[in-house]
């Protein structure tokens, strides 16, 4: 006789017996599959509300932090950081999952940086760029799978370990990341003059000070080269400007081979920009709203997704990028643009430094976007005194390639 149905809060689980036909009897029970874990929202301020849910197969009992649970989605309000496990058990054995409730310390301001300090490496003080409908800031932890992800994954490297690419100090004469500066309204709009891609820039005047902080800036003040690029947010206009390849001028103007203006509180980014248009950034992306902060890091959430960088890439693109940065035009190479994220099942470390753990959850959440050809999974970030070299490298570096899944690619462009 076929063993009876159990069904548990439908539409959380159904575990029944197969369809018609027999089955040996000493044939193995499969395990439950936890299909999906998520909390919505995932950063919240203290005194806020998530609520965690799942979909699972196969099971006959679930916990939650240990204990049993019959329904498909409970609201959780911590008042600090937390992990979540759910644990599925069955005749076949047991699966889990885990997600994290990020709890930061100050409320998100979405477009608005009139609040952001002035200068290099400014804090502001909760401002993120864009509305919280853009790209940048969609949570995207739930959003299908790639049917080709595990090709796109493997020419990135499964067993590749994430890298840093910024921290404190110094790596071979210059401060490691990318930096940006933070002005005023009243900062003077200096010409720009533009160089290879000025069919692709938008025209200055820029606000950009004469000692603005280039990328790859010499500390002793040598000679340098690389990409050169310098980010300046007029906190009072809510623009971002980016120049690449930029040279400080003597009467004060700057020389790039491009430039790019984008709306930090817009839903569109850049309203200038064409399809098939690059930026600063190979993608056609802007630059600054990718980069990981020691502020944002410290604060326990960082409530946008991040950019990284790929040796292969393909000659495609994927929306919010424009741009493509390839002639292959391989499928299993990553085109421009496109999203991963640590897979649900990934287990944040609690030993790992709090920064990590912020970086880490984020990559759940909010994901990352291939910007640019470089060295595989290279997360950029900002310069900053206050980074532990030693343990970002360390701890980032165990989280290998294979934690990671892409994002179903819509709306892909094959030019």
């Excluded at 760029?129 to 932890?141: E, G, V």
């Excluded at 401060?175 to 820039?201: F, M, N, R």
């Excluded at 007029?234 to 020389?255: H, I, M, T």
């Excluded at 902060?293 to 946008?304: L, N, P, Q, T, V």
């Amino acid at each position: 006789m076929r063993p009876p149905c159990i069904a548990l809060a439908l539409p959380l689980f159904l575990a029944c017996g197969g369809g018609g036909g027999t089955h040996p009897a000493d044939s193995t029970p499969a395990k439950p599959v936890i299909a999906s874990f998520t909390a919505t929202p995932s950063v919240i301020t203290a005194g806020q509300s998530s609520t965690l849910a799942w979909v699972v197969t196969g099971a006959t009992t679930l916990k939650l932090q240990g204990t049993a649970i019959a329904s498909a989605s409970t609201p959780v309000a911590p008042t600090l950081t937390t992990g979540y496990t759910l644990v599925a058990e069955g005749p076949g054995g047991q699966a889990s999952a885990s997600v994290t409730v990020t709890v930061g310390t100050q409320a998100p301001k979405f477009g608005d940086f009139h609040g952001a300090d002035l200068g290099a490496g400014a804090n502001l003080n909760g401002a993120i760029a864009f509305t919280a409908a853009n790209a940048w800031n969609q949570d995207i932890s739930g959003a299908p799978v790639d049917p080709n992800s595990a090709n796109l994954i493997a020419t990135l490297g499964l067993s590749k370990g994430l890298h840093p690419d910024f921290g404190s100090g110094l790596y071979q004469g210059a401060p490691i990341g990318i930096p940006y500066v933070v002005v005023a309204g009243t900062q003077p709009k200096v010409p720009i003059t533009l160089g290879a891609y000025a069919d692709e820039s938008d025209p200055g005047p820029y606000p950009v000070p004469p000692n603005a902080p280039i990328e790859g800036q010499m500390a002793d003040g040598s000679a340098f080269g690389g990409d050169r690029h310098v980010l300046v947010i007029d906190r009072d206009a809510n623009r971002l400007y980016e120049l690449g390849n930029a040279y400080p001028q003597a009467n004060g103007s700057w020389q790039a081979s491009g430039g790019s203006i984008f709306t930090l509180d817009g839903l569109v980014a850049r309203p200038t920009a064409q399809p098939g248009w690059t930026s600063t950034d190979a993608a056609g992306l802007p630059i600054f709203p990718g980069l990981v902060r020691y502020e944002e890091a410290a604060s326990g959430a960082i409530r946008h997704a991040l950019r990284f960088t790929v040796n292969l890439s393909r000659r495609a693109y994927v929306p919010p990028a424009t741009h493509w940065a390839s002639s292959s035009t391989d499928v299993n190479r990553p085109p421009m643009g496109m999203r991963v994220r640590l897979k649900a099942s990934f287990v944040i470390p609690a030993s790992q430094s709090p920064e990590t753990k912020a970086i880490l959850q984020a990559l759940k959440t909010f994901g990352m976007m291939v910007a640019d050809n470089g060295s595989d999974w290279y997360i950029s970030g900002a310069p900053d005194p206050r980074w532990d070299n030693g343990r970002l490298n360390s701890e980032l570096g165990a989280v290998k390639g294979s934690a990671f899944e892409v994002v179903r690619m819509d709306g892909l462009v094959t030019p």
